[in-house]
């Protein structure tokens, strides 16, 4: 379910921003969607709790991946073109051009790095409240990257 981010340029950062917002409704709306997908006592006959636990917790996994790898590629991208742009200004040091996209780059690379750590901060808020509710219907196998 999660959208791919395999064609959002990193050259505007507002608008990598943009499409991380909308991968990350996931993780907005996930009260809701443990909501309908964890039955209440009363209705524990009508849900497959298990199946559902099981799904959303797939489609975070999928969204998660997307996002990580979305935002690894925008900082190898600008960080390949920083340090383009210093070998530039090391060849002209009084270029106002190149040490002004320079300066851009420098920016927009630590705008880059820090939606690492904010993505894990919203995976480990969606991830504590899934397991809260999830714990006693689905639990997820171990991943790789978690150990």
Do not use: W
Request: glycine share 2%.
């Amino acid at each position: 379910m999660a959208a791919s981010m395999d064609n959002v340029s990193c050259g505007d950062f507002a608008h990598f921003q943009d499409a991380l917002k909308v991968v990350r409704m996931i993780d907005d709306k996930i009260i809701y969607a443990l909501n309908t997908s964890v039955p209440t006592t009363s209705f524990k006959g009508q849900v497959n709790a298990t199946e559902k636990c099981k799904q959303l917790y797939e489609e975070l996994m999928s969204a998660y991946d997307t996002r990580d790898k979305a935002i690894k590629r925008c900082i190898k991208e600008v960080s390949g073109k920083t340090n383009e742009l210093r070998s530039a200004r090391d060849k002209s040091p009084d270029d106002f051009y190149v040490i002004k996209d320079l300066r851009k780059e420098q920016t927009k690379l630590r705008l880059l790095q820090s939606e690492l750590s904010i993505e894990e901060v919203v995976k480990d808020r969606s991830l504590k409240v899934f397991h809260e509710r999830c714990r006693g219907h689905y639990i997820p196998p171990r991943r790789k990257d978690t150990l």
